[in-house]
């Protein structure tokens, strides 16, 4: 499984001469008895955001936390930009699924707790948070607690957290997941123009099909039993439509139904 | 904690204390603890004797008519104030009260209106008890899902059936959750009462032990007694797992 | 919220005029009416007597729990901290939750006699497992998301004690604090009216002994009313420090 069988949408393959940010190379990843990763292989493009789609039980959030330096790795090894990873590091920030918030902290100190691990003076770090919390639209909470807030603004800290630190590589674990789906489209829309503007390198991991194609630059799919990469899609011309009308572009909806039934065997 | 790669269980330090005691009882260190075989060897001699017997027996009455009460009296009182809303707000507050009041101090109450023998004792105990159990049973009817109700209506469950097929298995681990914590105290209850108000079972046996400094009997019958407590209390809390498996999926 | 106020008025009516009635029956010739312990609760305070009972009941209460308070939270953050820990001193306190401490009374008279020392001891035999058990697993049950969370922030072993750990774990040591005073209290009282009645203790037995139930009701009044109040101002400060952390009440 590895670049050579990237394709694009009309089914062609095509070598592809790609500078990788992260390269994942023969990782495996054993629990005991048990394989969640099998000799995996795959590259990131730097400057663009890759999703990890499959169904659960693929592997995909244990790849993404090896990637992040949470979990190690049986064997292989992970780069980042030409340099092995042997932990968590400054050039990776984390998005977590459960938003993994300081209860009795506010926003402020919430988003600027990066910086605080890092050392950063408080003034310095409220300076850089408050910038990110208007990012992402929370001016004004500043105060709030994570219970007073909705679901989708506690993610909206969570992000804004992992802005902060500047890191070049960002993972998201599912962001999305636990968020109503009136916030979630607005948030699949915000992450297309973040990863428009920032410089930086987005791995999202999701099992959303529509939400895989509709953010990303390129979605590797992954399968259970053993985890592998199975193939690795390039959309193209949708990419550089605006936001509305990628919904309806005929190689979004080609790319989905594509991907549907070569997963629709793996629904448990 | 692993040793040499194998995992030891829970409670396995408790060997190695016990190793410790032997060690220091041995060494003569303090008279106060004497080697833990020579308990052992006077824990045997003592289990047979009728002194012994009639110990057992008075506490286990006290202990099991306190807490036989606390548990009739608890639970329909916990499931009541649980379903209205207004014998909640006028009942809550005093098993709020209760529960977190030293109630050794009612004690001397007891034992000048009932005397002192076995009633004072038996109603220590329920006392002791009764407020957790009350207040679990109230916690386990007021986390009843509304779901569940509304499916019962809607399918025509009478309330007899609601109450025994759905409702009281709903509520069920949380009421054995505070039987069991109520069955602890129940035991310091039935102690306490022993210590302060007459000096029958253990209590007497304590009495008697200590005054005459017979501290290997002392020791053996305490660990009987905290053997009892702690087997009583894990068999409560296994009860309590076999019924937890759908309790977070409720 | 005024319902709540005036059904908690009524509650408050309905108890203490039950009790007043059957004193008048009377149920008892040992059951004063409400109204005349209230009377002798009233002289003891005038006469100060009350006071300088409790300032005596409440030294060994207040040493002890000091003494709980540090010992147990430290012993819990290093049990919770250390699988070794666990493992060798857990068991000891699980089976002290369970066991009706109270039985080693006698054993801390014949060793420590009969003055503050013992009372010291039992009010910390009383406090300190629960204490203890609390922290102890606050520390382990912090959430294993938050940790992770920090370390992907590349936190320090030291940065995730002091920042992740002790403040999730606070409201669970802050409830097993309460819990362990509550225990504190029961112990304080009883070493008083077991060991040698001093302060409120000596109140109690000494009213009994000469029949003067008014005065004797009086003060267990006192100490319920007096146990009631501190806890709940303590849990009115826990819901102030961690409103974070507050669930919320579900109530209809």
Same mark, same amino acid.
Request: glycine content about 8%; aromatic content about 10%.
């Given at each position: 499984?590895?670049m050579?069988?990237?394709k694009?949408?009309?089914?062609?393959?095509?070598?592809?001469?790609?500078?990788?940010?992260?390269?994942?190379?023969?990782?495996?990843?054993?629990y005991? &008895?048990?394989?969640?990763?099998?000799?995996?292989?795959?590259?990131?493009? $730097?400057?663009?955001?890759?999703?990890l789609?499959?169904?659960?039980g693929?592997g995909?959030?244990?790849?993404?936390?090896?990637?992040?330096?949470?979990?190690?790795?049986?064997?292989?090894?992970i780069?980042?930009?030409?340099k092995?990873i042997t932990?968590?590091?400054?050039?990776?920030a984390?998005?977590?699924?459960?938003?993994?918030l300081?209860?009795?902290?506010?926003v402020?100190?919430?988003?600027?707790?990066?910086? &605080?691990?890092?050392?950063?003076?408080?003034?310095?770090?409220?300076?850089?948070?408050?910038?990110?919390?208007?990012n992402?639209?929370?001016?004004?909470?500043?105060k709030?607690?994570?219970? &007073?807030?909705?679901?989708?603004?506690?993610?909206?800290?969570?992000?804004?957290?992992a802005l902060?630190v500047?890191?070049?590589?960002?993972?998201?674990?599912?962001?999305?997941?636990a968020?109503?789906?009136q916030? $979630?489209?607005?948030f699949?829309?915000?992450?297309?123009?973040?990863v428009r503007?920032?410089?930086?390198?987005?791995i999202?991991v999701?099992?959303?099909? &529509?939400?895989?194609v509709y953010?990303?630059?390129?979605?590797?799919?992954?399968?259970p039993?053993p985890?592998?990469?199975?193939?690795?899609?390039?959309?193209?011309?949708?990419?550089?439509t605006g936001?509305?009308?990628? $919904? $309806?572009?005929?190689?979004?909806?080609?790319i989905?139904?594509?991907?549907?039934s070569?997963?629709?065997?793996?629904?448990? | 904690?692993?040793l040499?790669?194998?995992?030891?269980?829970?409670?396995?330090?408790l060997?190695?204390?016990?190793?410790?005691?032997?060690?220091?009882?041995?060494?003569?260190?303090?008279?106060?603890?004497?080697?833990l075989? !020579?308990?052992?060897?006077t824990?045997?001699?003592?289990?047979g004797t009728?002194?012994?017997?009639?110990?057992?027996?008075?506490?286990a009455?006290?202990?099991?008519?306190?807490?036989f009460?606390?548990?009739?009296?608890?639970?329909?009182?916990?499931?009541?104030?649980?379903?209205?809303?207004?014998?909640?707000?006028?009942?809550?507050?005093?098993?709020?009260?209760?529960?977190?009041?030293?109630?050794?101090?009612?004690?001397?109450?007891?034992?000048?209106?009932?005397?002192?023998?076995?009633?004072?004792?038996?109603?220590?105990?329920?006392?002791?008890a009764?407020?957790?159990?009350?207040?679990?049973?109230?916690?386990?009817?007021?986390?009843?899902?509304?779901s569940l109700?509304?499916?019962?209506?809607?399918?025509?469950?009478?309330?007899?059936?609601a109450?025994?097929?759905?409702?009281?298995?709903a509520?069920?681990? !949380?009421?054995?959750?505070?039987?069991?914590?109520?069955?602890?105290?129940?035991?310091?209850?039935?102690?306490?009462?022993?210590?302060?108000?007459?000096?029958v079972?253990?209590g007497?046996?304590?009495?008697?032990?200590?005054?005459?400094?017979?501290?290997?009997?002392?020791?053996?019958?305490?660990?009987?007694?905290?053997?009892?407590?702690?087997?009583?209390? !894990?068999?409560l809390a296994?009860? !309590?797992?076999?019924?937890?498996?759908?309790?977070?999926?409720? | 919220?005024?319902?709540?106020l005036?059904?908690?008025?009524?509650?408050?009516i309905?108890?203490?005029?039950?009790?007043?009635i059957?004193g008048?029956?009377?149920?008892?010739?040992a059951f004063?009416?409400?109204?005349?312990?209230?009377?002798?609760?009233?002289?003891?305070?005038?006469n100060?007597?009350?006071?300088?009972?409790?300032a005596?009941?409440?030294k060994?209460?207040?040493?002890?729990?000091?003494?709980?308070?540090?010992?147990?939270? *430290?012993?819990?953050?290093?049990?919770?901290?250390?699988?070794?820990?666990?493992w060798?001193?857990?068991?000891?306190f699980?089976?002290?939750?369970?066991?009706?401490?109270?039985?080693?009374?006698p054993?801390?008279v014949m060793a420590?006699?009969? *003055?503050?020392?013992s009372?010291?001891?039992?009010?910390c035999?009383m406090a300190?497992?629960v204490i203890?058990?609390?922290?102890?697993?606050?520390?382990?049950?912090?959430?294993?998301s938050?940790?992770?969370?920090?370390?992907?922030?590349?936190?320090?072993?030291?940065?995730?004690?002091?920042?992740?750990?002790?403040?999730?774990?606070s409201?669970?040591?802050?409830?097993g604090?309460?819990?362990?005073?509550?225990?504190?209290?029961? *112990?304080?009282?009883?070493?008083?009216?077991?060991?040698?009645?001093t302060?409120?203790?000596?109140?109690?037995?000494?009213s009994r002994?000469?029949?003067?139930?008014p005065?004797?009701?009086?003060?267990?009044f006192?100490i319920?009313?007096?146990?009631?109040?501190?806890l709940?101002?303590?849990e009115?400060v826990e819901a102030?420090?961690f409103?974070g952390?507050?669930? *919320?009440?579900?109530?209809?």
């Amino acid at each position: 499984m590895d670049m050579s069988q990237i394709k694009d949408t009309l089914g062609d393959a095509q070598a592809v001469d790609i500078d990788s940010a992260v390269s994942v190379r023969n990782v495996s990843k054993n629990y005991g &008895e048990v394989e969640a990763l099998r000799d995996l292989s795959l590259e990131f493009p $730097r400057g663009q955001l890759t999703s990890l789609l499959g169904p659960s039980g693929c592997g995909k959030t244990t790849l993404l936390k090896i990637i992040a330096g949470l979990l190690d790795a049986t064997s292989g090894e992970i780069e980042i930009d030409g340099k092995k990873i042997t932990g968590p590091g400054d050039d990776r920030a984390f998005v977590f699924q459960d938003f993994a918030l300081l209860p009795w902290a506010n926003v402020m100190r919430n988003v600027s707790f990066g910086l &605080e691990l890092r050392g950063v003076a408080k003034s310095e770090r409220e300076d850089i948070a408050q910038k990110y919390i208007s990012n992402v639209g929370l001016t004004g909470f500043e105060k709030a607690f994570p219970h &007073e807030l909705s679901g989708g603004m506690r993610q909206r800290v969570g992000l804004a957290r992992a802005l902060s630190v500047d890191a070049q590589v960002l993972l998201l674990d599912e962001p999305f997941s636990a968020v109503d789906e009136q916030n $979630r489209r607005k948030f699949q829309e915000d992450l297309l123009e973040l990863v428009r503007n920032e410089n930086k390198t987005f791995i999202f991991v999701t099992h959303s099909i &529509e939400e895989a194609v509709y953010v990303s630059d390129q979605i590797a799919i992954l399968l259970p039993r053993p985890s592998r990469v199975s193939e690795v899609i390039r959309p193209k011309e949708f990419r550089s439509t605006g936001v509305e009308n990628i $919904r $309806r572009s005929k190689e979004y909806l080609d790319i989905v139904d594509q991907i549907w039934s070569s997963l629709r065997n793996y629904v448990e | 904690m692993t040793l040499f790669g194998y995992k030891l269980p829970g409670m396995s330090s408790l060997i190695l204390w016990a190793l410790i005691w032997e060690l220091v009882g041995q060494s003569g260190w303090t008279f106060f603890i004497p080697p833990l075989s !020579e308990v052992f060897v006077t824990l045997f001699n003592v289990i047979g004797t009728p002194a012994f017997s009639k110990a057992i027996y008075e506490t286990a009455y006290a202990f099991l008519a306190g807490v036989f009460f606390a548990v009739v009296i608890g639970i329909p009182v916990g499931i009541l104030i649980g379903k209205s809303r207004l014998l909640d707000e006028l009942i809550l507050p005093w098993v709020n009260i209760f529960l977190s009041a030293p109630l050794t101090a009612l004690v001397p109450v007891l034992m000048v209106l009932f005397g002192f023998g076995m009633k004072s004792i038996i109603i220590t105990t329920t006392l002791f008890a009764i407020w957790i159990i009350i207040l679990n049973s109230r916690a386990g009817v007021k986390q009843i899902n509304r779901s569940l109700v509304e499916m019962a209506r809607s399918f025509g469950a009478s309330p007899l059936d609601a109450f025994f097929k759905i409702y009281f298995w709903a509520a069920l681990p !949380e009421i054995l959750g505070g039987v069991r914590i109520g069955v602890i105290r129940a035991v310091k209850g039935v102690i306490i009462g022993q210590l302060l108000i007459s000096i029958v079972g253990f209590g007497a046996l304590f009495e008697l032990y200590s005054n005459n400094f017979m501290m290997s009997h002392f020791w053996a019958v305490l660990i009987v007694l905290f053997a009892l407590a702690f087997t009583l209390s !894990e068999f409560l809390a296994y009860l !309590e797992r076999r019924v937890s498996y759908y309790a977070s999926s409720r | 919220m005024n319902r709540s106020l005036v059904l908690k008025l009524l509650s408050a009516i309905i108890v203490f005029g039950a009790w007043e009635i059957a004193g008048r029956v009377p149920v008892s010739y040992a059951f004063p009416t409400f109204i005349e312990s209230m009377q002798a609760l009233t002289a003891m305070t005038l006469n100060g007597s009350i006071f300088v009972a409790y300032a005596e009941t409440l030294k060994p209460l207040m040493l002890g729990v000091a003494i709980s308070a540090t010992a147990g939270i *430290g012993l819990g953050l290093w049990i919770g901290l250390s699988s070794r820990f666990e493992w060798l001193f857990s068991p000891i306190f699980v089976v002290a939750q369970a066991a009706p401490l109270a039985a080693l009374i006698p054993i801390l008279v014949m060793a420590y006699g009969i *003055g503050l020392t013992s009372k010291v001891f039992v009010v910390c035999i009383m406090a300190m497992p629960v204490i203890v058990l609390n922290t102890a697993s606050a520390v382990r049950n912090t959430p294993a998301s938050l940790k992770e969370m920090g370390r992907s922030f590349l936190a320090t072993d030291r940065d995730i004690l002091l920042k992740i750990i002790i403040p999730a774990a606070s409201p669970v040591i802050f409830a097993g604090l309460r819990l362990g005073i509550s225990a504190g209290f029961i *112990g304080a009282i009883l070493s008083e009216l077991k060991i040698t009645p001093t302060g409120v203790g000596d109140i109690i037995t000494f009213s009994r002994s000469i029949a003067d139930y008014p005065s004797m009701y009086a003060a267990i009044f006192s100490i319920i009313v007096l146990a009631v109040l501190f806890l709940n101002g303590l849990e009115r400060v826990e819901a102030y420090l961690f409103e974070g952390n507050n669930r *919320g009440y579900v109530s209809d």
